[in-house]
């Protein structure tokens, strides 16, 4: 054999080496490799829905604000002429302006005997009240300036209690009645009564939240 056919042999062998080796390569591509990624998904929480609280009925509040004066026999807290400015309350520190106060509210509620106390006490359920009918109020007092009862309620709303006044007719004139509440449940009333003492000097009475006009 002459060198140069071996040196073909040798030159096919290899070229053929060579194909056998990169060939697959080639012809596989680029390998594609699939990371699965797994995520923990955490099960669905229970129903976290805020509950509404329970909402008065602004349109009777509304109603009681606007129903027809009534003339009473009332005296103000803070004098039949008051000179005292908005940014200045008149307190009632004397006994006499206390005395006003709770004769004011005790013509708004009939005088109830001991066997009434009695059967009142003994109820350990309060009774349902229809909203559009009653509710219960605290009368706090009333101010021939209509600017001392203004600043009766900013103090009664900062404490985070509801508020609201309306006008009454009385023999004195024109005065503004401040009134805390209304609220469903007459208990709820009577725990503010100390507080509410404590914040303003004065000792409201609690009395049914008449809806309908007079």
Excluded: C
């Excluded at 009925?57 to 003339?71: C, F, G, K, S, W």
């Excluded at 401040?178 to 009475?205: C, M, Q, R, Y």
């Amino acid at each position: 054999m002459s060198s140069a056919l071996k040196n073909r042999v040798v030159g096919t062998i290899i070229v053929v080496a060579l194909a056998v080796i990169l060939l697959p390569q080639f012809l596989d591509g680029e390998k594609n490799v699939n990371n699965k990624t797994f995520v923990n998904v955490p099960e669905a929480p229970e129903d976290l829905s805020l509950k509404k609280a329970s909402e008065f009925d602004t349109e009777a509040v509304a109603q009681a604000v606007n129903r027809p004066l009534q003339i009473l026999d009332e005296q103000p807290l803070d004098g039949v002429v008051s000179s005292a400015s908005d940014s200045e309350l008149v307190e009632p520190s004397t006994d006499g302006a206390q005395a006003a106060a709770q004769n004011d509210v005790n013509e708004s509620e009939p005088e109830r005997s001991d066997a009434d106390i009695q059967t009142n006490t003994e109820q350990s359920v309060v009774p349902e009240i229809d909203v559009k009918e009653s509710g219960w109020v605290i009368q706090l007092g009333s101010f021939s300036d209509e600017a001392n009862a203004r600043k009766l309620m900013r103090s009664v709303k900062g404490a985070g209690y509801r508020t609201y006044s309306r006008p009454i007719q009385t023999r004195m004139g024109v005065l503004t009645k401040v009134f805390v509440g209304p609220e469903l449940v007459k208990s709820e009333l009577e725990n503010a009564l100390p507080h509410l003492k404590e914040i303003t000097g004065l000792s409201g009475k609690i009395t049914e939240f008449e809806v309908s006009a007079q």
